[in-house]
């Protein structure tokens, strides 16, 4: 008997790897978690898929989202960069933009990526339009990219000024510099963004070069691996802008990975929600490492077409998320001053938190979580045992003591400071942004997720908490749920009303073609395809810009559009006239989706199966909280907080206050 296909999925985080299988036959779902190793994680990747019973000749389709971008970008562990420019902006990535943070009298900028001793110029220079002023001198780029591998240049970024009106020099730069210089990595800003803002662009192509080499060497490593073991299906790696792209496209567009585990939950959290019956949630994913934030309004993710990741600016369409170092593996530490700081330091998955036993010596989140009662002894069904004793021991040397208070204040004081961060980041999302989240629920998931949940809830005077199934992995299991993404954007600015309804489509013919190609060249059928159309417009005389819906109905019907989307964002609309600085594509290419079953069917017995002393933060005392394995909240059951349900891959901890019900969904639903 041949084995059964299978659709697989693995989210490799900083200090566990999850993975989800998918009978295609039947629609089975198996679920997997296992330690991160840090520095073999292809390794890890086989031991969770061997955890979910999965061989991989029985894998057909293999989704995965990983960390080792974004974790290489913020430890500047990268290629050594060199930068080509025009004439005069060799130091664009040190002067930045004019913008600094708000309310900082004094603030030093990051360090550049390239120091400038890499950075170089040539002569050729085009204008704002697109016309040539003065001709690329090719002599120059060979010597000039000469000189910086000389330097010590691994990779080399190419950013012409205007090149995203023009980008012919960047090209004829490429072939020179690639004929000159076989196997060298080189990147073209205009192959990535087609978008104006000259110091963003230089750092997009910088930021790709700094990458790639580093991805492409993981990707290769992790594709062979697989082969070696009888993978014989396609593979495919999750993009921050919520979508797929097959491992080929991958290799060429690093930076698309940077959040891609992150995007993947908040995607599989909008299609829960619509399933569910709900359009505006805030998605939360607390891991090992660090929290995760995004909205999803009206059933959709948040989108936006630019973001600042450590420090640094791209060009690159990505679902809005917000991150904090706030896990699990969160360290703990009194400072010189007597105050308790969590993280943003982590323990990560070697050692990890005291209780794991791998040598950790510095308390965590995690202790406090068992040290106060909220955590199990055992976790992920029994495959690992939290040591509450050492947990315990930790916390009073390093924080009671030095506080001066008993263990079960200072664990609890852990937690609290943890949640406080957590609470303020969301606060900055909603009430920052002028959203009320009172109309909003929380979906939580995560291995820490479900444990904070109703407390930030509480916080931010929110009302429903949703958990859905498989909650630790769903970041793995929100990958099932994607489809090949390709966006193609190019700045054109122009006011609307001086176009008729033809010419103002007309830029998309473009965008189109390319982005239509992409997915054809990924496999994608045109039939299964669906085109998404944007612009970016703002008020004459405004910096920022709103991107909004484009139909055909012309400059009035824009214009009503824009208005609309300008007062729900500030309050306000503004007289006068409007432009329109950039046109986008989205271009979706749905994948087959296995037939999901609707629920997780509970099947256990109806009541609580234990029960544990927990120190209640509200009384600031311990007492007998009733202990609920998931499976046993049967249909018609309602817990009342407070209370906890454990599953194979998270804790939910419900409050006083609080009930928690299982809809047909499968979710666990709480409200107050």
């Given at each position: 008997?041949s084995?059964?296909?299978?659709?697989?999925?693995?989210?490799?985080?900083?200090?566990?790897?999850?993975v989800?299988?998918?009978d295609?036959?039947?629609g089975?779902?198996?679920?997997?978690?296992?330690?991160t190793?840090?520095?073999?994680?292809?390794?890890g990747?086989?031991?969770?898929?061997?955890?979910?019973?999965?061989?991989?000749?029985?894998?057909?389709?293999?989704?995965?989202?990983?960390?080792?971008?974004?974790?290489?970008?913020?430890?500047r562990?990268?290629?050594?960069?060199?930068?080509?420019?025009?004439?005069g902006?060799r130091?664009?990535l040190?002067?930045?933009?004019?913008?600094?943070?708000a309310?900082?009298?004094?603030?030093d900028?990051?360090?550049?990526i390239?120091?400038?001793?890499?950075s170089?110029?040539?002569?050729?220079?085009?204008r704002a339009?697109?016309?040539?002023?003065?001709?690329?001198?090719?002599?120059q780029?060979?010597?000039?990219?000469?000189?910086?591998?000389?330097?010590?240049a691994e990779?080399?970024a190419?950013?012409?000024?205007?090149?995203?009106a023009y980008?012919e020099h960047?090209?004829?730069?490429?072939?020179?510099?690639?004929?000159?210089?076989?196997?060298?990595?080189?990147?073209?800003?205009?192959?990535?963004?087609?978008r104006?803002?000259?110091?963003?662009?230089a750092s997009?192509?910088v930021?790709?070069?700094y990458?790639?080499p580093?991805?492409?060497?993981?990707f290769?490593?992790?594709?062979?691996?697989?082969?070696a073991?009888g993978?014989?299906?396609r593979?495919?790696?999750?993009?921050?802008?919520?979508?797929v792209?097959?491992?080929?496209?991958?290799?060429e567009?690093?930076l698309r990975?940077?959040?891609?585990?992150?995007?993947?939950?908040?995607?599989?959290?909008?299609v829960?929600?619509?399933?569910?019956g709900?359009?505006d949630?805030?998605?939360?994913?607390?891991?090992?490492?660090?929290?995760?934030?995004?909205?999803?309004?009206?059933?959709?993710?948040?989108?936006?077409?630019?973001?600042?990741?450590a420090?640094?600016?791209?060009?690159?369409?990505?679902?809005?998320l917000?991150t904090?170092?706030?896990?699990?593996?969160?360290?703990a530490?009194?400072d010189?001053?007597?105050a308790l700081?969590?993280?943003?330091?982590?323990?990560?998955?070697?050692?990890?938190?005291?209780?794991?036993?791998?040598?950790?010596?510095?308390?965590?989140?995690?202790d406090?979580a068992?040290?106060?009662?909220l955590?199990?002894?055992?976790l992920?069904?029994?495959?690992?045992?939290?040591?509450a004793?050492?947990?315990r021991?930790a916390?009073?040397?390093?924080?009671?003591?030095?506080?001066?208070?008993?263990v079960?204040?200072?664990a609890a004081?852990?937690?609290?400071?943890?949640e406080?961060?957590?609470?303020?980041?969301?606060?900055?999302?909603?009430?920052?942004q002028?959203?009320?989240?009172?109309?909003?629920?929380?979906?939580?998931?995560?291995?820490?997720?479900?444990?904070?949940?109703a407390?930030?809830?509480?916080?931010?005077?929110?009302?429903?908490?949703?958990?859905?199934?498989?909650?630790?992995?769903?970041s793995?299991?929100?990958?099932?749920?994607?489809?090949?993404?390709?966006?193609?954007?190019?700045?054109?600015?122009?006011?609307?009303?001086?176009?008729?309804?033809?010419?103002l489509?007309?830029?998309?013919?473009?965008?189109?073609?390319e982005?239509v190609?992409t997915?054809?060249?990924?496999?994608?059928?045109?039939?299964?395809?669906?085109?998404?159309r944007?612009?970016?417009m703002?008020?004459?005389?405004q910096?920022h810009?709103?991107?909004?819906?484009?139909?055909?109905?012309?400059?009035?019907?824009?214009?009503?559009a824009?208005?609309?989307?300008?007062?729900?964002?500030?309050?306000?609309?503004?007289?006068?006239?409007?432009?329109?600085?950039?046109?986008?594509?989205?271009?979706?290419?749905?994948?087959?989706?296995p037939?999901?079953?609707a629920?997780q069917?509970a099947?256990?017995?109806?009541?609580?199966?234990?029960?544990?002393?927990?120190?209640?933060?509200?009384?600031?005392?311990r007492?007998t909280?009733?202990?609920?394995?998931?499976?046993?909240?049967?249909?018609?059951?309602?817990?009342?907080?407070?209370?906890?349900?454990?599953?194979?891959?998270t804790?939910t901890?419900?409050?006083p206050?609080?009930?928690?019900v299982?809809?047909d969904?499968?979710?666990?639903?709480?409200?107050?």
């Amino acid at each position: 008997m041949s084995p059964r296909p299978l659709a697989a999925s693995v989210d490799v985080g900083g200090t566990f790897t999850d993975v989800v299988t998918l009978d295609l036959a039947d629609g089975t779902i198996v679920v997997g978690k296992q330690p991160t190793v840090a520095e073999a994680p292809a390794e890890g990747i086989v031991a969770a898929l061997e955890s979910a019973d999965a061989a991989p000749e029985q894998i057909e389709r293999f989704t995965h989202g990983t960390t080792i971008g974004i974790n290489t970008l913020l430890q500047r562990r990268g290629a050594k960069v060199g930068f080509l420019a025009t004439r005069g902006f060799r130091d664009m990535l040190v002067l930045r933009t004019s913008s600094w943070p708000a309310f900082r009298l004094t603030w030093d900028a990051p360090s550049p990526i390239v120091p400038r001793s890499l950075s170089a110029e040539v002569d050729g220079r085009v204008r704002a339009d697109g016309t040539v002023e003065t001709d690329l001198d090719l002599e120059q780029v060979v010597a000039r990219t000469r000189e910086l591998i000389g330097r010590g240049a691994e990779s080399i970024a190419v950013c012409f000024i205007n090149s995203y009106a023009y980008p012919e020099h960047e090209r004829r730069a490429g072939e020179a510099i690639r004929e000159a210089f076989p196997g060298l990595e080189v990147v073209l800003s205009h192959e990535l963004t087609r978008r104006y803002r000259e110091f963003q662009r230089a750092s997009t192509a910088v930021g790709e070069a700094y990458l790639r080499p580093t991805m492409a060497r993981y990707f290769d490593r992790l594709e062979e691996g697989m082969v070696a073991r009888g993978f014989d299906g396609r593979l495919l790696i999750t993009s921050s802008d919520g979508g797929v792209m097959g491992v080929e496209l991958a290799r060429e567009r690093a930076l698309r990975t940077l959040v891609s585990g992150c995007a993947a939950g908040v995607a599989g959290a909008a299609v829960v929600a619509r399933a569910g019956g709900w359009s505006d949630i805030i998605a939360i994913d607390m891991g090992g490492t660090s929290f995760d934030a995004a909205l999803v309004r009206g059933g959709l993710p948040t989108m936006t077409p630019s973001a600042e990741i450590a420090g640094e600016h791209y060009l690159m369409p990505m679902l809005d998320l917000a991150t904090i170092g706030a896990g699990g593996g969160s360290l703990a530490s009194v400072d010189d001053v007597g105050a308790l700081e969590v993280g943003p330091r982590s323990a990560g998955s070697t050692p990890g938190p005291v209780s794991y036993g791998r040598g950790g010596t510095e308390p965590t989140f995690t202790d406090a979580a068992v040290v106060t009662g909220l955590l199990p002894t055992t976790l992920i069904d029994g495959g690992m045992t939290l040591d509450a004793a050492a947990a315990r021991t930790a916390i009073a040397d390093r924080i009671a003591g030095p506080l001066g208070i008993d263990v079960d204040a200072a664990a609890a004081g852990i937690l609290r400071v943890v949640e406080a961060k957590m609470a303020r980041l969301l606060e900055e999302m909603t009430v920052g942004q002028g959203v009320d989240p009172r109309s909003f629920a929380i979906f939580a998931y995560g291995g820490g997720g479900p444990l904070v949940a109703a407390r930030l809830a509480e916080e931010l005077g929110i009302g429903t908490v949703v958990i859905p199934p498989h909650p630790g992995v769903f970041s793995a299991w929100g990958m099932q749920t994607l489809d090949v993404v390709q966006e193609r954007s190019r700045t054109l600015i122009r006011n609307p009303e001086d176009f008729a309804p033809e010419d103002l489509v007309a830029p998309f013919g473009e965008l189109v073609d390319e982005a239509v190609a992409t997915l054809r060249a990924e496999g994608v059928d045109e039939s299964h395809s669906t085109l998404l159309r944007f612009v970016e417009m703002r008020y004459e005389g405004q910096e920022h810009t709103i991107l909004i819906p484009f139909d055909d109905g012309g400059s009035t019907a824009l214009r009503a559009a824009f208005d609309a989307a300008h007062q729900s964002a500030f309050g306000f609309t503004v007289d006068g006239g409007t432009e329109i600085l950039t046109y986008l594509v989205r271009a979706i290419g749905e994948l087959p989706k296995p037939p999901f079953t609707a629920a997780q069917h509970a099947t256990g017995t109806g009541r609580a199966r234990t029960s544990r002393e927990v120190r209640d933060r509200s009384a600031g005392t311990r007492s007998t909280w009733p202990v609920w394995s998931r499976i046993d909240i049967l249909e018609g059951i309602r817990v009342e907080g407070p209370a906890i349900v454990e599953e194979p891959t998270t804790t939910t901890v419900l409050p006083p206050g609080w009930t928690a019900v299982i809809d047909d969904k499968g979710n666990l639903v709480m409200s107050r």
